[in-house]
């Protein structure tokens, strides 16, 4: 009949297999997960080529000449002349008013619009 060494080697082989087999589909399903990334990169890749060639092909300089000339009337651009270029340093500092918001809780920025940030509190 069976001894307790055949019953112990029985379950030992029985857990090995489980063990081997459960290894085996965990690593059959990360496999598939890669794949399925490694798909979802290629086609991003795709993707982003397409882009370039589209942004290539819409910034070709003939192409916006060609518009520009088209909608000169609604654009009204001209060329930029020497003098309209400058430097940083020769722009003047615009001050923010902090002094305002002094008596304000977190300084006045709680009711402030993003808009008013950006301008200083220019209104376009």
Do not use: C, N
Not at 100 to 121: C, R
Request: aromatic share 6%; proline share 5%.
């Amino acid at each position: 009949m069976f001894r307790t060494t055949d019953i112990v080697l029985i379950a030992v082989m029985v857990s090995a297999a489980a063990f081997t087999y459960t290894t085996k589909h965990g690593a059959e399903a990360e496999l598939s997960k890669l794949r399925r990334l490694e798909a979802a990169i290629r086609f991003e890749e795709e993707t982003i080529d397409v882009l370039k060639a589209d942004w290539s092909l819409l910034t070709q300089p003939a192409r916006l000449q060609r518009l520009a000339e088209a909608y000169q009337s609604e654009l009204q651009l001209v060329p930029v002349e020497a003098y309209q270029i400058g430097r940083i340093d020769e722009l003047p500092v615009r001050p923010l008013p902090i002094e305002q918001f002094a008596d304000e809780p977190l300084g006045g920025m709680a009711e402030t619009s993003i808009e008013q940030i950006i301008t200083g509190g220019v209104v376009q």
